[in-house]
C-alpha cells in the first residue's frame, strides 16, 4: 500500500492569524512563494514522520528580552518532569498532542499526532495562544502566580517549524482519505485554469484558478475525480493542478456541511475590502431584472441599509434619488466610496453582541453563593494552633534558592499600590436533520392561555366565534391588524424564533388544524379583498406552520405566494427577510438550488447584513453553512467570520452545544491576534470546561483580559469556572479545606476589580478574603495582609459581624508573618468592645489569639493567663476541640520556655480530647502537630521509646490522609531522630527513602539529589553495595 503523490503545493502556507506560529529560526521560511515557484512535493505517508519540535522562551513583556531567571527556573522544572512525565502528557492531551520526549537542557518538547484531527486542534490552539498559556500552567510554581506584577509582564513563546507542521497535516490529510473504509475525499483548490481537451470531452472538468474541488483520492493515479463547489460539475483532474485546502476547519466544514455555493465564476472583488456601511456610488449604471432590485444610474448615491460584506452578490440599498429600496449588486459600487468597519467586525452592534449569550453566565446568584461558601472561615468560632501553619503549608526550604524572577514585593511596597489585574460547544456528535427536528418542535403543546391570562395582546381572537359560516365580518379584526404597512412593534412576535404570536392571540382551539384553517380562510378573504401586508402575513404564518408540520413543498408554496405579493416592497424589512431565509432553506433541503440560486443570494444577504436579526426557525443553519461556504470558496474572511457569528448563535440558541466549539474558535481566530473577541473567549471557556479541558479552560478565562461588556456578572461567573477547574488540574487533595490553587489569582484579582467598578461590597471583601486564602495557604503572609486590610475596610462598611470576622483574619495574618505587635494593636481593642457581649465563644476566640501575639512579644505570663482564659470559655462552651487546641498552646508555650513537665501534661490532656473528636483531616492535622510537640518533651526527658511512638504516630496521620506537608515535617523529625537522637543507621536509611520518595512526588530535584548523596553516604556507612536507593519498604 502507499505511494508517491505529487501535489503542487506552497511552501508556507496559512494557519491562520498568530505570532505563536513563527518559528525564530532563520532556516525557516515564512514567505508565502508565488504560483510560479510552486514545486511538487512528494507525501509518503507510510514513511512520513509526524514528529514535531516545540520550543519555547521565558519572555519579560516590558524589557521585550529573554527573562533569565525564569527561562532557568522553567528549565528546572521541565527537568523535574522529566523522569515523571504524567503531567506533561495530560498537558499535551489536552492540546490534542502526545508527548514522544521532553529536551529540559535545550527547552524544548518532542510531539507527534496520529490523526489530522489532532494536529487541527493543536494547531487552533497554537494560533489563539492557548499553548503558551498552558505551558505555564506547568513550568510555574505558587510564587510565580501569587506575584502579580510577574505574572503581568511575563509571557511564554513558543515556536515550531511551520513548514514542518503543514507537511505533517498535508500528509495525515492524504493518509486518512487513501485509508478510510469509504471512498475518501478532500478539498482542493485549482492552481490553474483548465478547458476540457476536445478528444475527451465531458470526462475533464473545466475549471478557473483557484476554483474549489471536492476530489476522491485514488492510490497512484495521476488523476482524481473532482466535482466543482462552485458549478457543482463532476469530471478528472489532474492531480498536478490541485492544491489541498490549508486549513483543517476548511476541509471539515466542507466534509460536514456538504453542498454547493453557486457563485459566478466571475469574482469582480472580494477579499481585501473590509465590511462597509454608511453610503456608496455606483461606478456602473444597473437596471433591474427582478422587481426586488434597485434601478440606479452611474455616479448615483445609495445608502447602504445595514452593511456590505465582500464575498456576496448583494446588499440592500436605498436610491438618494428615488427614496426606493431593493438589492443592489456589489460588483456595481465603487468599493472604496463606503465608510469602512474594523476588519474584526463580526458584531455590527451592542444588542448582537450581548445576545450572544453563554449557558450559565446568567448564574451571579449562584457563583456569588459559592464564592461566599469558598471565603467562609471557621475563625470566629474555633481557636487556631500556634505553629500549625508550618503543617499546613509546605516550609519556604523545601527548594533550592529562589530565582530573581520570583522575588515577591516587599511588605509596606508595592502591595499597597494598585494591584495590576491579570491578563486582560464539539462537532462529533451526528447533526440531527431537519425532518427530525421539525417533527419533533411538531410535537410541542401548545400552552393556550385563557383571555384573562393574556397581558393586552395587540390581538386577541376566539377561534370558537363564527367559525360555522365563514363571513368578512368575522375576519375584520385579523385582517386590519396584519395589513398594516410596513413594520410596527407588534409584528415582532411573528417572526420570533418561538413563535409566539400564535400562543398569544389565539385561543379556545384544541388542535392546530382548526388554527390553520382559520389562517388559510383569513388568507383568502385578504386575497379578495386585495389586502397586500395581510395577504403576505397570513402566508408567512401559514408557512411556518406548515414547515412544523413537515410539509415542506406546502410551506414553499405559501412563502413564495407571499414573496410574489408583496412585489418586491422592502417596508417591513423583517417580513421580507423572514420570508427569503425560510424559502432559501426549503430550497436548499430540497435541493432546488437551480430553481432559487437568486433566491439563495439574496437570502444570505439578508441574512448576514442584516443586523439584529432575530432567527425565526431551526432551518436557518442551512442558510448559515450555505453563507459560509460562500465565504470559503470566495476567499472572504469578513463573510467567513460573520457567517461563524451566526452559526455560534444559532447553535447556541438551539442548546446543540455539542456543535458550536470549530465554529467559535474559528470566529476567534479570525479576530486576530491576541483575539479581540470578548463574546467568543468567553463561550470558549465554556465550552472547554464542558468538555473537560481545565487547561484551555482557564487559558482562555485568562485570555479574555479586563474589559467586560457584560458587567460584574461575567467576571464572577467566569472565576467561578476558573476555580472548579484550578481544582481539576491540581487534583487539590482537601477539598474539604477549601484549598483554592494559586492559578486561580490572576482571574480573582481581575474579579476584584470588575466588583470595584460595580461597587459590590459584598462580594468584593468575598473575593480578598478568597485571594488572601491562597497566599496563606502557601505562607506568603504579606500579600494576605493587604487582602485583609481591604476585607476589614469593606467589613466595617457591611455589618459588624462581617467587621469582627474580617479583624481576627487579619491578626491571624500578622501573627503569621510574625507582626505580633499589629496584632496586638487589632486584638486589644477588639476584647474591650466585647465587654458587653453575651458571646463566650467570641472572647474565647480572641482571647487564645491574643494569647499567641503575646507569645510572639515574649510577654510569656500575659500569654499563659489569655490562654487559661480561653480554656475556660471553651469549657464553659463545651467545645472540646477549642479546649484541646488552648491546652497545646499551652504546652506549646512552657515547652518553649523550658518547663517540661507542665508542658507534658497540657500536651497529654490535648491528645487525649483530640481522641474523644469525631476524625477529620483538619483535627488530625492539628493532632499531627501537638504529637510532634509532646514527642519534642519526651526527647528532652530522655524517654526516647515515648518520643519515637509519638514521632510515628504522627507519620500515621499524615500518611492516613495522603497529606504530603504533614508527612514531610514529620519524616524530617524522625531523619534526625535516629540519626542523632537515637542512632539506628537502617531506620534512618527507611526514613530518608520515604523522604526521597516526598521529594520525587513534589518533584523537587535539587531536594531529591542531595538526599541520593545522603542515601550514599549511610550505605556507604553500613558498608553495604547497596549505593543506589532501593524500592521503598513498609516505614512502620
Same mark, same amino acid.
Given at each position: 500500500?502507499?505511494?508517491?503523490?505529487?501535489?503542487?503545493?506552497?511552501?508556507?502556507?496559512?494557519?491562520?492569524?498568530?505570532?505563536?506560529?513563527?518559528?525564530?529560526?532563520?532556516?525557516?521560511?515564512?514567505?508565502?512563494?508565488?504560483?510560479?515557484?510552486?514545486?511538487?512535493?512528494?507525501?509518503?505517508?507510510?514513511?512520513?514522520?509526524?514528529?514535531?519540535?516545540?520550543?519555547?522562551?521565558?519572555?519579560?513583556?516590558?524589557?521585550?528580552?529573554?527573562?533569565?531567571?525564569?527561562?532557568?527556573?522553567?528549565?528546572?522544572?521541565?527537568?523535574?518532569?522529566?523522569?515523571?512525565?504524567?503531567?506533561?502528557?495530560?498537558?499535551?492531551?489536552?492540546?490534542?498532542?502526545?508527548?514522544?520526549?521532553?529536551?529540559?537542557?535545550?527547552?524544548?518538547?518532542?510531539?507527534?499526532?496520529?490523526?489530522?484531527?489532532?494536529?487541527?486542534?493543536?494547531?487552533?490552539?497554537?494560533?489563539?495562544?492557548?499553548?503558551?498559556?498552558?505551558?505555564?500552567?506547568?513550568?510555574?510554581?505558587?510564587?510565580?502566580?501569587?506575584?502579580?506584577?510577574?505574572?503581568?509582564?511575563?509571557?511564554?513563546?513558543?515556536?515550531?517549524?511551520?513548514?514542518?507542521?503543514?507537511?505533517?497535516?498535508? !500528509?495525515?490529510?492524504?493518509?486518512?482519505?487513501?485509508?478510510?473504509?469509504?471512498?475518501?475525499?478532500?478539498?482542493?483548490?485549482?492552481?490553474?485554469?483548465?478547458?476540457?481537451?476536445?478528444?475527451?470531452?465531458?470526462?475533464?472538468?473545466?475549471?478557473?484558478?483557484?476554483?474549489?474541488?471536492?476530489?476522491?483520492?485514488?492510490?497512484?493515479?495521476?488523476?482524481?475525480?473532482?466535482?466543482?463547489?462552485?458549478?457543482?460539475?463532476?469530471?478528472?483532474?489532474?492531480?498536478?493542478?490541485?492544491?489541498?485546502?490549508?486549513?483543517?476547519?476548511?476541509?471539515?466544514?466542507?466534509?460536514?456541511?456538504?453542498?454547493?455555493?453557486?457563485?459566478?465564476?466571475?469574482?469582480?472583488?472580494?477579499?481585501?475590502?473590509?465590511?462597509?456601511?454608511?453610503?456608496?456610488?455606483?461606478?456602473?449604471?444597473?437596471?433591474?431584472?427582478?422587481?426586488?432590485?434597485?434601478?440606479?444610474?452611474?455616479?448615483?448615491?445609495?445608502?447602504?441599509? !445595514?452593511?456590505?460584506?465582500?464575498?456576496?452578490?448583494?446588499?440592500? !440599498?436605498?436610491?438618494?434619488?428615488?427614496?426606493?429600496?431593493?438589492?443592489?449588486?456589489?460588483?456595481?459600487?465603487?468599493?472604496?466610496?463606503?465608510?469602512?468597519?474594523?476588519?474584526?467586525?463580526?458584531?455590527?452592534?451592542?444588542?448582537?453582541?450581548?445576545?450572544?449569550?453563554?449557558? @450559565?453566565?446568567?448564574?451571579?446568584?449562584?457563583?456569588?453563593?459559592?464564592?461566599?461558601?469558598?471565603?467562609?472561615?471557621?475563625?470566629?468560632?474555633?481557636?487556631?494552633?500556634?505553629?500549625?501553619?508550618?503543617?499546613?503549608?509546605?516550609?519556604?526550604?523545601?527548594?533550592?534558592?529562589?530565582?530573581?524572577?520570583?522575588?515577591?514585593?516587599?511588605?509596606?511596597?508595592?502591595?499597597?499600590?494598585?494591584?495590576?489585574?491579570?491578563?486582560?460547544?464539539?462537532?462529533?456528535?451526528?447533526?440531527?436533520?431537519?425532518?427530525?427536528?421539525?417533527?419533533?418542535?411538531?410535537?410541542?403543546?401548545?400552552?393556550?392561555?385563557?383571555?384573562?391570562?393574556?397581558?393586552?395582546?395587540?390581538?386577541?381572537?376566539?377561534?370558537?366565534?363564527?367559525?360555522?359560516?365563514?363571513?368578512?365580518?368575522?375576519?375584520?379584526?385579523?385582517?386590519?391588524?396584519?395589513?398594516?404597512?410596513?413594520?410596527?412593534?407588534?409584528?415582532?412576535?411573528?417572526?420570533?424564533?418561538?413563535?409566539?404570536?400564535?400562543?398569544?392571540?389565539?385561543?379556545?382551539?384544541?388542535?392546530?388544524?382548526?388554527?390553520?384553517?382559520?389562517?388559510?380562510?383569513?388568507?383568502?378573504?385578504?386575497?379578495?379583498?386585495?389586502?397586500?401586508?395581510?395577504?403576505? &402575513?397570513?402566508?408567512?404564518?401559514? !408557512?411556518?406552520?406548515?414547515?412544523?408540520?413537515?410539509?415542506?413543498?406546502?410551506?414553499?408554496?405559501?412563502?413564495?405566494?407571499?414573496?410574489?405579493?408583496?412585489? @418586491?416592497?422592502?417596508?417591513? %424589512?423583517?417580513? *421580507?427577510?423572514?420570508?427569503?431565509?425560510?424559502?432559501?432553506?426549503?430550497?436548499?433541503?430540497?435541493?432546488?438550488?437551480?430553481?432559487?440560486?437568486?433566491?439563495?443570494?439574496? *437570502?444570505?444577504?439578508?441574512?448576514?447584513?442584516?443586523?439584529?436579526?432575530?432567527?425565526?426557525?431551526?432551518?436557518?443553519?442551512?442558510?448559515?453553512?450555505?453563507?459560509?461556504?460562500?465565504?470559503?470558496?470566495?476567499?472572504?474572511?469578513?463573510?467567513?467570520?460573520?457567517?461563524?457569528?451566526?452559526?455560534? &448563535?444559532?447553535? #447556541?440558541?438551539?442548546? &446543540?452545544?455539542?456543535?458550536?466549539?470549530?465554529?467559535?474558535?474559528?470566529?476567534?481566530?479570525?479576530?486576530?491576534?491576541?483575539?479581540?473577541?470578548?463574546?467568543?473567549?468567553?463561550?470558549?471557556?465554556?465550552?472547554?470546561?464542558?468538555?473537560?479541558?481545565?487547561?484551555?479552560?482557564?487559558?482562555?478565562?485568562?485570555?479574555?483580559?479586563?474589559?467586560?461588556?457584560?458587567?460584574?456578572?461575567?467576571?464572577?461567573?467566569?472565576?467561578?469556572?476558573?476555580?472548579?477547574?484550578?481544582?481539576?488540574?491540581?487534583?487539590?487533595?482537601?477539598?474539604?479545606?477549601?484549598?483554592?490553587?494559586?492559578?486561580?489569582?490572576?482571574?480573582?484579582?481581575?474579579?476584584? *476589580?470588575?466588583?470595584?467598578?460595580?461597587?459590590?461590597?459584598?462580594?468584593?471583601?468575598?473575593?480578598?478574603?478568597?485571594?488572601?486564602?491562597?497566599?496563606?495557604?502557601? &505562607?506568603?503572609?504579606?500579600?494576605?495582609?493587604?487582602?485583609?486590610?481591604?476585607?476589614?475596610?469593606?467589613?466595617?462598611?457591611?455589618?459588624?459581624?462581617?467587621?469582627?470576622?474580617?479583624?481576627?483574619?487579619?491578626?491571624?495574618?500578622?501573627?503569621?508573618?510574625?507582626?505580633?505587635?499589629?496584632?496586638?494593636?487589632?486584638?486589644?481593642? #477588639?476584647?474591650?468592645?466585647?465587654?458587653?457581649?453575651?458571646?463566650?465563644?467570641?472572647?474565647?476566640?480572641?482571647?487564645?489569639?491574643?494569647?499567641?501575639?503575646?507569645?510572639?512579644?515574649?510577654?510569656?505570663?500575659?500569654?499563659?493567663?489569655?490562654?487559661?482564659?480561653?480554656?475556660?470559655?471553651?469549657?464553659?462552651?463545651?467545645?472540646?476541640?477549642?479546649?484541646?487546641?488552648?491546652?497545646?498552646?499551652?504546652?506549646?508555650?512552657?515547652?518553649?520556655?523550658?518547663?517540661?513537665?507542665?508542658?507534658?501534661?497540657?500536651?497529654?490532656?490535648?491528645?487525649?480530647?483530640?481522641?474523644? %473528636?469525631?476524625?477529620?483531616?483538619?483535627?488530625?492535622?492539628?493532632?499531627?502537630?501537638?504529637?510532634?510537640?509532646?514527642?519534642?518533651?519526651?526527647?528532652?526527658?530522655?524517654?526516647? *521509646?515515648?518520643?519515637?511512638?509519638?514521632?510515628?504516630?504522627?507519620?500515621?496521620?499524615?500518611?492516613?490522609?495522603?497529606?504530603?506537608?504533614?508527612?514531610?515535617?514529620?519524616?524530617?523529625?524522625?531523619?534526625?531522630?535516629?540519626?542523632?537522637?537515637?542512632?539506628?543507621?537502617?531506620?534512618?536509611?527507611?526514613?530518608?527513602?520515604?523522604?526521597?520518595?516526598?521529594?520525587?512526588?513534589?518533584?523537587?530535584?535539587?531536594?531529591?539529589?542531595?538526599?541520593?548523596?545522603?542515601?550514599?553516604?549511610?550505605?556507604?556507612?553500613?558498608?553495604?553495595?547497596?549505593?543506589?536507593?532501593?524500592?521503598?519498604?513498609?516505614?512502620?
Amino acid at each position: 500500500m502507499g505511494g508517491c503523490f505529487c501535489i503542487p503545493w506552497e511552501p508556507s502556507l496559512s494557519w491562520g492569524p498568530g505570532k505563536e506560529t513563527s518559528s525564530k529560526d532563520p532556516t525557516i521560511s515564512t514567505e508565502i512563494i508565488s504560483s510560479s515557484e510552486n514545486k511538487e512535493k512528494c507525501f509518503l505517508p507510510q514513511n512520513m514522520t509526524p514528529d514535531l519540535t516545540l520550543s519555547f522562551s521565558v519572555k519579560s513583556r516590558s524589557r521585550r528580552c529573554v527573562n533569565g531567571p525564569l527561562q532557568e527556573a522553567a528549565r528546572r522544572r521541565l527537568w523535574a518532569l522529566e523522569n515523571e512525565d504524567q503531567e506533561v502528557r495530560a498537558l499535551f492531551k489536552d492540546l490534542s498532542a502526545r508527548l514522544v520526549c521532553i529536551q529540559s537542557q535545550k527547552a524544548q518538547f518532542l510531539i507527534t499526532f496520529k490523526t489530522m484531527e489532532e494536529i487541527w486542534k493543536f494547531s487552533t490552539y497554537l494560533n489563539l495562544g492557548y499553548v503558551s498559556m498552558c505551558l505555564e500552567h506547568l513550568l510555574f510554581d505558587h510564587k510565580y502566580w501569587l506575584n502579580c506584577r510577574l505574572v503581568e509582564d511575563t509571557e511564554i513563546h513558543v515556536s515550531v517549524d511551520d513548514k514542518h507542521l503543514e507537511t505533517i497535516y498535508l !500528509g495525515l490529510l492524504i493518509q486518512e482519505e487513501l485509508f478510510s473504509f469509504s471512498a475518501g475525499h478532500f478539498f482542493c483548490r485549482a492552481t490553474c485554469s483548465m478547458a476540457q481537451p476536445a478528444e475527451k470531452e465531458g470526462e475533464y472538468l473545466t475549471l478557473c484558478k483557484n476554483e474549489l474541488i471536492s476530489v476522491k483520492t485514488a492510490e497512484g493515479e495521476f488523476e482524481w475525480e473532482g466535482v466543482s463547489l462552485v458549478t457543482g460539475q463532476r469530471g478528472l483532474v489532474p492531480v498536478s493542478a490541485l492544491e489541498p485546502l490549508p486549513l483543517p476547519f476548511h476541509q471539515w466544514f466542507l466534509k460536514n456541511y456538504p453542498g454547493s455555493c453557486g457563485l459566478s465564476r466571475k469574482r469582480d472583488w472580494t477579499g481585501s475590502y473590509q465590511i462597509g456601511r454608511g453610503k456608496c456610488k455606483a461606478w456602473k449604471e444597473y437596471e433591474r431584472e427582478e422587481k426586488d432590485e434597485l434601478n440606479f444610474h452611474q455616479g448615483e448615491s445609495i445608502e447602504i441599509i !445595514g452593511f456590505v460584506i465582500p464575498g456576496l452578490q448583494w446588499f440592500i !440599498g436605498k436610491s438618494a434619488l428615488s427614496g426606493e429600496v431593493g438589492f443592489v449588486p456589489t460588483r456595481n459600487i465603487d468599493p472604496d466610496s463606503y465608510s469602512p468597519m474594523s476588519k474584526n467586525a463580526t458584531f455590527f452592534s451592542d444588542e448582537e453582541r450581548c445576545s450572544l449569550g453563554v449557558p @450559565g453566565s446568567d448564574r451571579k446568584a449562584e457563583c456569588a453563593s459559592f464564592l461566599h461558601t469558598l471565603a467562609q472561615t471557621d475563625i470566629t468560632s474555633v481557636y487556631r494552633l500556634s505553629g500549625f501553619e508550618s503543617i499546613q503549608s509546605l516550609p519556604n526550604d523545601l527548594s533550592a534558592s529562589q530565582p530573581e524572577g520570583f522575588k515577591e514585593t516587599r511588605p509596606g511596597g508595592a502591595w499597597e499600590e494598585h494591584q495590576a489585574v491579570g491578563s486582560r460547544q464539539s462537532s462529533s456528535s451526528e447533526d440531527s436533520s431537519l425532518e427530525e427536528e421539525l417533527l419533533s418542535a411538531s410535537s410541542d403543546t401548545y400552552h393556550l392561555p385563557e383571555p384573562d391570562d393574556l397581558d393586552d395582546p395587540e390581538l386577541l381572537m376566539d377561534l370558537n366565534t363564527g367559525q360555522e359560516e365563514e363571513e368578512a365580518e368575522n375576519f375584520t379584526p385579523i385582517l386590519a391588524f396584519l395589513d398594516h404597512e410596513g413594520y410596527a412593534d407588534h409584528f415582532k412576535s411573528l417572526y420570533d424564533f418561538s413563535f409566539s404570536f400564535l400562543t398569544t392571540s389565539f385561543y379556545s382551539y384544541s388542535e392546530e388544524d382548526e388554527l390553520v384553517a382559520y389562517l388559510e380562510a383569513s388568507r383568502k378573504w385578504a386575497k379578495r379583498s386585495h389586502m397586500t401586508w395581510a395577504h403576505a &402575513r397570513l402566508c408567512f404564518l401559514l !408557512g411556518r406552520l406548515s414547515v412544523r408540520k413537515v410539509k415542506l413543498s406546502q410551506a414553499r408554496v405559501y412563502f413564495e405566494e407571499a414573496i410574489h405579493i408583496l412585489n @418586491g416592497a422592502f417596508k417591513d %424589512l423583517s417580513l *421580507a427577510a423572514a420570508l427569503y431565509i425560510n424559502l432559501a432553506a426549503i430550497y436548499l433541503r430540497q435541493r432546488l438550488r437551480h430553481k432559487g440560486s437568486g433566491l439563495l443570494e439574496k *437570502a444570505g444577504a439578508m441574512l448576514v447584513c442584516l443586523p439584529d436579526r432575530e432567527y425565526s426557525a431551526k432551518s436557518e443553519l442551512d442558510v448559515v453553512a450555505y453563507v459560509l461556504r460562500q465565504g470559503i470558496v470566495s476567499g472572504s474572511c469578513p463573510l467567513e467570520a460573520r457567517a461563524c457569528f451566526l452559526a455560534v &448563535r444559532l447553535l #447556541l440558541i438551539l442548546g &446543540r452545544h455539542d456543535e458550536v466549539l470549530p465554529f467559535a474558535e474559528r470566529l476567534q481566530l479570525l479576530s486576530g491576534h491576541p483575539p479581540t473577541l470578548d463574546a467568543a473567549t468567553t463561550i470558549l471557556s465554556f465550552l472547554y470546561d464542558k468538555k473537560y479541558l481545565p487547561h484551555l479552560a482557564v487559558a482562555s478565562v485568562r485570555q479574555r483580559g479586563t474589559q467586560s461588556t457584560q458587567g460584574m456578572a461575567l467576571p464572577i461567573w467566569q472565576v467561578h469556572l476558573v476555580l472548579q477547574n484550578t481544582t481539576k488540574l491540581l487534583g487539590i487533595p482537601s477539598p474539604s479545606w477549601g484549598e483554592v490553587s494559586s492559578l486561580a489569582c490572576p482571574a480573582l484579582r481581575q474579579a476584584l *476589580a470588575a466588583c470595584e467598578e460595580q461597587v459590590d461590597q459584598s462580594t468584593q471583601r468575598t473575593l480578598c478574603l478568597i485571594l488572601s486564602k491562597v497566599y496563606l495557604q502557601h &505562607r506568603s503572609p504579606d500579600g494576605a495582609i493587604h487582602y485583609l486590610s481591604q476585607a476589614l475596610m469593606l467589613g466595617q462598611l457591611l455589618s459588624e459581624q462581617e467587621a469582627f470576622e474580617s479583624s481576627l483574619c487579619l491578626a491571624w495574618a500578622y501573627l503569621l508573618a510574625s507582626q505580633a505587635k499589629k496584632a496586638l494593636d487589632i486584638l486589644e481593642p #477588639l476584647l474591650y468592645s466585647l465587654k458587653e457581649t453575651e458571646s463566650v465563644t467570641q472572647k474565647g476566640v480572641v482571647h487564645n489569639l491574643l494569647g499567641l501575639a503575646l507569645q510572639g512579644e515574649g510577654q510569656v505570663n500575659r500569654a499563659a493567663n489569655s490562654y487559661l482564659w480561653a480554656l475556660n470559655r471553651a469549657q464553659e462552651a463545651r467545645d472540646v476541640r477549642n479546649q484541646a487546641v488552648a491546652l497545646a498552646n499551652l504546652g506549646h508555650l512552657t515547652l518553649k520556655s523550658w518547663t517540661q513537665q507542665p508542658a507534658r501534661d497540657y500536651l497529654l490532656q490535648a491528645v487525649q480530647l483530640y481522641s474523644k %473528636l469525631q476524625a477529620s483531616m483538619e483535627t488530625d492535622m492539628e493532632l499531627v502537630q501537638v504529637l510532634l510537640w509532646l514527642a519534642q518533651v519526651e526527647v528532652y526527658r530522655h524517654q526516647l *521509646a515515648s518520643g519515637r511512638f509519638c514521632y510515628e504516630m504522627a507519620l500515621l496521620f499524615g500518611l492516613r490522609h495522603q497529606h504530603l506537608k504533614s508527612q514531610l515535617q514529620v519524616t524530617k523529625s524522625l531523619c534526625h531522630f535516629y540519626s542523632s537522637v537515637s542512632p539506628s543507621p537502617e531506620a534512618c536509611i527507611t526514613y530518608h527513602e520515604h523522604w526521597l520518595a516526598l521529594a520525587q512526588q513534589l518533584r523537587d530535584r535539587e531536594m531529591e539529589g542531595r538526599l541520593l548523596e545522603s542515601l550514599g553516604q549511610l550505605y556507604r556507612n553500613l558498608n553495604t553495595a547497596r549505593i543506589r536507593y532501593p524500592p521503598n519498604i513498609p516505614l512502620l
